[in-house]
């Protein structure tokens, strides 16, 4: 990733591996990035979508809780998907930005509204 794009590093890890707590690890995991910096996780299959309704850490949080009950929910409900290529193709052309966390093995993204 460059700074010429101003996209903050992610740092990647497993959540399970220092000893602060869940929501420091998960809030260190977290920045905001570009569609640029993003696509090559969409291409690897890794990218889940949040829906801006819901707040990205806790949802991170059941992801890496393996809370399978209400990851099921919020993909029953549409509120997290796996972007296709209509998606791709959109953000491709446009200048958003998104709040990315990662949760390994995936990166979990909501738009930032910046109006």
């Known amino acids: 990733m460059s700074d010429r794009d101003g996209d903050r590093n992610l740092k990647y890890g497993i959540i399970g591996e220092d000893s602060s707590t869940d929501l420091d690890k998960l809030e260190k995991y977290t920045g905001e990035v570009s569609w640029d910096y993003l696509e090559k996780h969409y291409r690897s299959g890794a990218l889940l979508y949040i829906d801006p309704s819901l707040d990205l850490i806790v949802v991170g949080k059941a ?44 990166v979990l993204i909501q738009p930032i509204d910046h109006s």
């Open 63 to 106: 992801i890496a809780k393996d809370d399978a009950y209400s990851v099921a929910e919020w993909k029953k409900s549409g509120d997290i998907v796996k972007p296709s290529a209509p998606h791709a193709m959109y953000w491709q052309n446009s200048n958003i930005r998104f709040k990315a966390l990662v949760v390994s093995p995936f």
